[in-house]
């Protein structure tokens, strides 16, 4: 008996919390579990909500307990959410009216909901997610260079996100309490991100810094069944602005390894017209939705010697992994383990700088983490992983990836900056890609409105392109994923209007032809 009481002793944790969680949907009407998981929900989730996979988790802040996702369970009227580990902060993705989905997080002032808390989840949103901001404005404004100087307009934001707040606090009655706290954390997203555009802004009209940004669109591997338009497409991405494009090598099954010269035919027209245009190159290896469920560390190596020595002194940046945290690399139905994707990206870094030890490599990552499937998967789970293991050798550059149809980003765009800047210390970073919705039906999470995508695109190529360059340590960067589909479309020779939106926000940042 005493064996079996020490086993159960064992296994259960050494602390774990259970709170009750009080949420509010924008009408004002308390949400039961059913409820709060409906409105975590992706848009194309019309089944019952998964709640093993629902985007909402907690983060011991001890440190001594892994981060896990909540678990919910409704009784009676009372809905509570546990999880092993002791006082925690809660992470997950809200809906911020106006704004968009965002990722935020809820910390109780930095000390975590321990047992028997009650939790108001639209207030403690907003007051965490307030204070980050304030945070963020601090230190812009005196301990960053070069320092941020706010506008009128940002000033006025801040101020409405402030009163906003204090209206808040006054209210008593729960609704009533929690669609104020919604407005509040509405008026601290739109504050927050005038604050991030604005500074963006102000980087790049320093004539010390200006020169350090690159601006780039993506030609995806699509590219070589439109040659026909390669002298049109390298026209207009000179035309937008962009010095930099992100040339995806097609996966070529063929011939993998690229070990014939015919290989590369496709690419080296376009390469010339691109160096016409003084436009630098990023070379993609292999992109991260193409990896073949028997990729070697070997065969990626010689792939990646065949390709950088064939392009040597014309290619200007070799991204060596492209996503290397996605859970889809080798196949979505059995997907390469992350030990042997790392090694696999591992080798084709150590290759790429064998051959020249100067040329420039970039290594992306998948911005997600209360949408991950997985801690291991997660942005920040993978860094703390695998920086210990040695990520960064053989990378100049760590790229992010955000997706926020998929993985919600708003209020939390700054924070995945800092956690790589934290997690990487030596290692430049940029944003080296983005998009929004694949095709035109919305099936993720929203951004601006439910039914506007096309809005919603030229609002992110906007924020996230300026923003960028006020991160840290950061050089800009952009590359836009679906250029070709989105931007320089087939068929007419005729660029949309997100293509021009993408124009005139870089001609804002001092880009011109």
């Given at each position: 008996m005493i064996s079996l009481a020490l086993a159960a002793a064992l296994a259960t944790p050494a602390c774990a919390a259970s709170v009750k969680l009080f949420a509010y949907d924008k009408k004002g009407r308390e949400l039961d579990r059913p409820g709060l998981l409906a409105i975590l929900a992706r848009a194309d989730d019309k089944t019952a909500h998964d709640a093993a996979k629902f985007p909402f988790w907690a983060f011991p802040v001890d440190g001594k307990s892994p981060p896990e996702r909540v678990r919910l369970e409704q009784k009676g009227k009372l809905l509570f959410a546990s999880w092993a580990g002791g006082p925690a902060r809660l992470e997950l993705v809200w809906p911020v009216a106006e704004d968009g989905f965002n990722g935020v997080s809820s910390d109780n002032e930095g000390h975590g909901f321990s047992e028997g808390t009650a939790v108001f989840l639209n207030e403690d949103l907003a007051l965490t997610q307030y204070r980050l901001f304030k945070d963020s404005w601090k230190r812009r404004t005196t301990d960053w260079q070069p320092l941020y100087q706010p506008g009128k307009e940002a000033k006025d934001l801040a101020e409405k996100a402030k009163a906003a707040m204090a209206e808040a606090v006054r209210q008593k009655e729960a609704p009533a309490r929690a669609l104020a706290f919604d407005k509040a954390l509405q008026a601290t997203a739109l504050a927050w991100e005038k604050e991030l555009f604005e500074h963006g802004l102000q980087h790049v009209v320093d004539e010390r810094r200006a020169k350090n940004y690159r601006f780039g669109l993506t030609l995806d591997d699509t590219l070589v069944q439109r040659m026909d338009d390669a002298d049109w497409i390298t026209k207009e991405v000179s035309r937008s602005g962009s010095d930099w494009v992100r040339l995806v090598f097609r996966p070529?099954?063929?011939?993998?390894?690229?070990?014939?010269?015919?290989?590369?035919?496709?690419?080296?027209?376009?390469?010339?017209?691109l160096k016409k245009k003084k436009i630098k190159v990023m070379g993609c290896v292999l992109d991260t939705a193409q990896w073949p469920k028997t990729l070697t560390p070997e065969a990626y190596a010689e792939r990646v010697k065949n390709i950088v020595l064939h392009y040597k002194g014309k290619v200007d940046s070799w991204e060596v992994g492209s996503e290397i945290n996605g859970d889809w690399l080798g196949g979505g139905a059995q997907p390469l383990g992350l030990d042997q994707i790392y090694k696999i990206f591992s080798a084709g870094a150590a290759k790429a700088k064998e051959l020249d030890p100067e040329t420039e490599t970039v290594a992306t990552l998948y911005w997600w983490e209360a949408t991950a499937p997985d801690r291991e998967h997660s942005f920040s789970g993978w860094l703390e992983t695998y920086s210990r293991r040695g990520f960064g050798k053989n990378v100049d550059i760590v790229g992010l990836s955000f997706y926020p149809e998929d993985n919600p980003v708003g209020m939390s765009f700054e924070r995945a900056f800092d956690a790589a800047a934290e997690a990487m210390p030596e290692h430049r970073l940029m944003l080296s890609s983005f998009g929004y919705v694949e095709n035109t039906e919305l099936k993720g999470y929203w951004w601006l409105a439910p039914d506007d995508v096309d809005d919603a695109r030229k609002d992110i190529s906007i924020l996230y392109t300026t923003a960028s360059c006020a991160m840290s340590r950061s050089l800009g960067g952009g590359f836009w994923w679906q250029t070709l589909q989105q931007m320089l479309p087939a068929?007419?020779?005729?660029?949309?209007?997100?293509?021009?939106?993408?124009?005139?926000?870089?001609?804002?940042?001092?880009?011109k032809e």
């Open positions: 070529n099954a063929s011939d993998f390894v690229y070990s014939s010269l015919r290989s590369f035919n496709k690419y080296d027209g376009m390469l010339a017209e068929g007419h020779r005729k660029t949309t209007d997100l293509f021009n939106v993408y124009r005139r926000t870089l001609a804002r940042l001092g880009r």
